[in-house]
């Protein structure tokens, strides 16, 4: 979604017949924002229409998330390790915080379909903690390694194939999902100041598998809470190529630039992709603060129109008791919160940190799953006592 790629072979001019040898193909503009947006144009073997058969699929739970009622305004702690490995990537995926610009959870697959799936709802964030991912789309084949974020447009269709059961955090941005603007020249590189440059990310591989088998496609599709499956007798994604600007991409937090102050920095200079109404940011191993009074922890905050979700994924994370790899933090808007007794003093003198995290900030409250509820630690609110 931030350079040009191209593939295959496409005709010199776009808008015109196209042929793979005598055979006239189906020019098909996948588009962001009507046609004011970023686009990609594919050149596909058979029409995008030619479907077969169209039959309401069984929506998961996930998919009409069940607020927990009237829950304590207090800090949660959530473990990802509670969720066991269930169903497929559509199927395994469990909502723990929801909003209506974001809905945050985690995908724990057990099993590969042989479908694909499309979230006209939303562009996905999907954060691969744990497992190795093949990821394959409408664009093409990405290989997601863990610490990898991946993005995907909205509507684009793709599936998960994996060896061994991965781990996900996963957020559903209904109003999108991008690069941050300010990290982006008017000519649309990215900013030499920007915590990444166009050699950090991974873009998709052309997939001669998808791309010219000949096997009938189903695909599920999600709009408005509702699933569909569609199944299309040829291939969908038969294809000479595409261009464009439109796609999924991945981003490895090893392959991201972090920063360090004088001082301790607030969250928002970790800023990674800017959401509708939320942000995602990554903490990174870095140098910490360097005046010798610094005092590196977080300061104590009340962050009073963001609610705070933040994914461990790799570190000591000193300044927290109970928290390990895989824990989620809760930290609802205007409680107060910080490092756990002891840690902010201990933190002065601390010349560095390895530890890796992935927050995201909404800027409307959250609600709260019944699903989420069997993953929470009872006894991290009160866990700053000194008594
Ligand atoms: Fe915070």
């Not at 610490?147 to 991965?166: A, Q, V």
């Not at 999924?248 to 970790?270: E, M, W």
């Amino acid at each position: 979604m931030f350079r040009y790629l191209k593939f295959g072979d496409l005709p010199s001019m776009h808008h015109t017949a196209h042929y793979a040898g005598d055979r006239l193909l189906y020019e098909y503009c996948f588009t962001r924002e009507g046609f004011e947006e970023p686009y990609s144009i594919l050149y596909l073997y058979h029409p995008p229409t030619g479907d077969r058969e169209c039959q309401r699929f069984p929506a998961p739970e996930w998919a009409q998330p069940v607020p927990r009622r009237a829950p304590l305004l207090q800090r949660r702690h959530f473990r990802s390790e509670c969720l066991a490995p269930a169903g497929d990537f559509i199927s395994g995926r469990t909502i723990l915080a929801y909003n209506d610009h974001l809905h945050y959870g985690l995908c724990h697959p057990q099993k590969e379909t042989p479908f694909f799936f499309a979230n006209n709802d939303a562009d996905e964030l999907f954060f691969l903690y744990e497992g190795e991912v093949e990821l394959q789309s409408l664009f093409g084949r990405l290989t997601l390694n863990a610490g990898d974020y991946c993005l995907l447009p909205r509507s684009c269709p793709y599936r998960f194939r994996f060896s061994r059961p991965p781990g996900l955090m996963w957020v559903e941005a209904r109003k999108g999902l991008e690069i941050p603007s300010n990290y982006c020249q008017p000519n649309g590189q990215l900013a030499m100041d920007a915590p990444y440059s166009e050699r950090s990310f991974k873009t998709p591989a052309w997939d001669e598998e998808l791309f010219r088998g000949e096997e009938a496609t189903l695909i599920v599709r999600k709009r408005q809470g509702g699933f569909t499956q569609t199944e299309y007798s040829k291939n969908y994604f038969k294809m000479s190529g595409w261009d464009g600007y439109v796609y999924p991409f991945a981003i490895n937090l090893a392959d991201i630039q972090p920063k360090t102050g004088r001082v301790h920095l607030p969250p928002s200079s970790h800023l990674t992709f800017a959401g509708g109404r939320f942000a995602v940011m990554s903490f990174l191993p870095r140098v910490l603060d360097f005046d010798p009074k610094a005092v590196p922890c977080p300061f104590y905050h009340s962050s009073v129109s963001c609610d705070e979700l933040l994914f461990y994924f790799s570190g000591n994370f000193t300044s927290r008791r109970g928290i390990g790899r895989g824990s989620i933090s809760y930290h609802p808007s205007g409680i107060p919160h910080g490092p756990h007794p002891g840690a902010y003093k201990d933190s002065i003198g601390l010349k560095d940190t390895q530890e890796m995290a992935v927050m995201v900030d909404t800027y409307d409250p959250l609600f709260l799953t019944e699903a989420g509820q069997s993953l929470e630690d009872a006894d991290y609110a009160t866990s700053w006592r000194e008594d």
